[in-house]
């Protein structure tokens, strides 16, 4: 990892500097007519500054960006490549000097029609991404984007993180303000960071780790744990110097005991580690914590005065505690009314502690309370830091009071209009309404950032066509620090009626069954190049059968996790019928999405046959379920697992945009007015291709947004 590899992935910009050479004209044509097959070109001035560069510099500089480009498109360039023997073989003098004043031409149009840098580029009525020629000061925000990034990073993310914060020059002599990283997770990362490379000093950390929980952090990322505390940690062993910045840091926490005892395994572990005995003079009140939490002399804790508190049905004191947390409070709001908290009072308070709610709290409460209204026979959620996995609660909700419920939407859409109307102002903005369907992000803890990703709970419609072929594709190879081998993978699909009653399941094996047409690809081993697995269903023959829903299973039997391949992902393309004679090539199906479910079993999607659209799931199971029971037993199966998927209800992108748009911009009923489209459909090139056709007088500077550009909209709009 380095500033190409980083500065490139993130912003498809390269730093280079002028010399004093020739680059001939064959070479830089071809290169280029080769970036184009994959779908990019130079900016016009990164252009200029490699005229001036020498053939073999120029070469081998060019085989290290194709080589960044073949990780971030995951395909072979040698099988996408117009010429993929090249240097060797090159375009004519005659073709490269026609290439060439074609693309100049096309840059000199859209520059005089567009003074802004593009991120697009319209070549013979194709859309090429554009590589820019960068800068230092540039490079320097985009470390600064991963510092104050607003959810947490991803393994690959982190990794750039650790490369600011320990090999960047031009961050030596930087030292982040208390608050400037929002991401407690990101914070313990940066400070590992330090810590590991003895450049850090307990004042400076002490801005980012304010809490006990935040010190257990860092002393996992630091063992090269898992920050997000969802899994246990070994802990390694610890030098003097970093043992005694960790117990000066407890030292410094205001009242941690609460934390200690709420990851109290895995903070007496740590203290073993940390031989906090040999620091009893120096750091008392940190010693003396961890004894009392090996004694388990547990304290009253905060969500013990908060049951207290309810216990009592003190409203004040209710209102009292919980406003000491707001993040905690608004989590509390339904349960505060339903306890007989005066709705006036709950909304009166939480108007005091609005602005330290974060975006993504308050819209999960306009989701939640949009479904009120309601009698609720079960509730389905993602527990916080473990979003694969999704718990049903079989316990029912009686409906809210209808003026309690707009009460409370009301105040919390107030909060964020007002939040988001301190930001820059949007323009004319056109929003799809079928994002109703997609879900919000909620954070970035995917294994791979070279693939497509789209949050759970979204619904996507399909494609025109009989037969859908749901796939999996994947990559044996080294994940993590593990060469993984003969993955044994298993897909079916499970068949249930409109009530989720079972009615089939398809099997591994290559079938044709009697009452519906399918058809499944059978056993596939080893695929350390790459290999898709697939299984065809005819839906109208499907839906005679009576199946409403078909849920996709995908099993892994070896021990490694689906999020431990190298490469996995599942997607979907309609066909002429089960196993057709048409060509399929998984890397050019667009309806394709990162799979990173971290189990074994997993539900990728579930197919709606009625309404022709499917589900997004990515939900790992911890255990193989039965698809159906013997009558009479409640168990949760497949079955009582979907059927929540499908009627859990999510923050959506259409709510989170048209606030920002009543915020600060311009609502517009047609895509050819708009400078800011967010559509639904997952290619952007064909949305901004009707738009331009749509536009009517001088041509507008136009970003589309679709579902799959997650890190950008949590950047921008969350």
């Not at 037969?467 to 081998?485: A, M, N, Q």
Request: hydrophobic share 40%; glycine share 6%; net charge positive.
């Amino acid at each position: 990892m380095d500033l190409f590899s980083i500065y490139f992935s993130r912003n498809l910009k390269v730093i280079i500097a002028e010399r004093e050479g020739k680059l001939p004209v064959r070479i830089l044509a071809t290169a280029l007519r080769n970036l184009e097959s994959l779908g990019y070109t130079f900016s016009t001035k990164l252009i200029d500054v490699l005229r001036t560069w020498e053939r073999n510099r120029f070469i081998s500089w060019f085989e290290r960006l194709m080589d960044e480009l073949r990780q971030i498109k995951g395909i072979n360039l040698k099988e996408t490549l117009l010429y993929p023997r090249f240097p060797k073989k090159k375009m004519s003098i005659q073709e490269s000097q026609f290439y060439l004043n074609t693309l100049m031409n096309s840059w000199r149009q859209q520059l005089l029609e567009k003074k802004q840098e593009q991120r697009i580029l319209l070549l013979n009525k194709l859309r090429l991404r554009v590589i820019h020629l960068g800068s230092e000061a540039d490079f320097y925000q985009v470390g600064m984007d991963l510092l104050t990034a607003k959810s947490s990073l991803t393994p690959v993310a982190r990794e750039q993180l650790i490369w600011f914060a320990t090999k960047y020059e031009g961050w030596s002599a930087f030292e982040p303000e208390a608050g400037q990283i929002p991401v407690r997770e990101n914070a313990a990362v940066y400070c590992a960071a330090l810590l590991k490379a003895g450049r850090a000093s307990v004042k400076q950390l002490q801005r980012h780790l304010r809490t006990a929980t935040d010190i257990l952090r860092l002393a996992v990322a630091c063992s090269e744990g898992d920050v997000s505390l969802k899994e246990n940690t070994r802990f390694r062993s610890f030098t003097r110097s970093e043992r005694r910045i960790i117990l000066a840091l407890l030292e410094g926490a205001s009242d941690p005991l609460q934390d200690l005892f709420r990851y109290k395994g895995r903070w007496q572990r740590l203290a073993e580690r940390l031989h906090p005995g040999e620091y009893r003079h120096r750091y008392p009140g940190a010693v003396a914590a961890l004894d009392q939490l090996r004694r388990g002399e547990r304290p009253l804790t905060f969500h013990g005065r908060v049951e207290r508190a309810f216990e009592q049905k003190d409203n004040q004191l209710i209102l009292e505690t919980l406003a000491e947390r707001p993040g905690e409070m608004v989590g509390q709001l339904d349960r505060m009314i339903r306890s007989g908290v005066p709705v006036q009072q709950v909304i009166g308070k939480m108007e005091t502690v609005g602005e330290e709610v974060s975006t993504r709290a308050l819209l999960r409460v306009l989701a939640h309370f949009g479904t009120r209204m309601q009698f609720q026979v079960r509730r389905s959620f993602f527990r916080k830091g473990n979003m694969a996995n999704l718990y049903v609660s079989t316990q029912p909700l009686q409906p809210l009071n209808v003026e309690d419920v707009h009460a409370v939407t009301s105040t919390v859409e107030h909060t964020l209009l007002k939040r988001f109307a301190l930001l820059p102002p949007l323009g004319n903005v056109y929003i799809d309404e079928r994002l109703q369907e997609f879900s919000v992000p909620w954070g970035k803890r995917r294994a791979s950032e070279s693939l497509r990703a789209l949050s759970r709970a979204s619904w996507i419609s399909l494609p025109t066509g009989d037969t859908v072929r749901f796939f999996l594709w994947w990559r044996e190879g080294l994940g993590g620090d593990e060469r993984i081998e003969s993955v044994d993978t298993d897909l079916s699909g499970v068949l249930y009626d409109e009530d989720w009653r079972y009615m089939d399941q398809t099997s591994r094996t290559p079938l044709q069954s009697n009452e519906y047409i399918a058809a499944n690809s059978g056993f596939i081993v080893s695929a350390p190049d790459g290999v898709a697995k697939y299984m065809d269903l005819h839906l109208p023959s499907v839906s005679r059968l009576g199946a409403r829903y078909i849920v996709i299973m995908v099993n892994a039997f070896k021990d490694n996790a689906i999020q431990d391949l190298p490469e996995c992902y599942a997607g979907w393309i309609m066909r002429q019928g089960p196993q057709s004679d048409e060509m399929f090539e998984p890397s050019t199906v667009q309806e394709r999405i990162d799979l990173t479910a971290t189990s074994r079993s997993c539900i990728p999607a579930i197919i709606d046959v009625q309404e022709r659209r499917i589900l997004w799931c990515d939900l790992g199971l911890k255990r193989q379920p039965k698809a159906h029971h013997p009558v009479g037993d409640n168990k949760a199966d497949v079955a009582l697992i979907a059927r929540a998927m499908t009627e859990l209800k999510r923050p959506d992108l259409y709510t989170l945009f048209m606030l920002h748009a009543k915020a600060r911009g311009t609502l517009v009923e047609t895509l050819g007015m708009a400078n800011l489209v967010f559509t639904a459909e997952l290619e952007s090139n064909r949305v901004a291709e009707v738009a331009e056709y749509l536009t009517e007088g001088p041509p507008v500077e136009r970003t589309v947004i679709t579902p799959l550009e997650q890190e950008y909209i949590m950047k921008q709009f969350l």
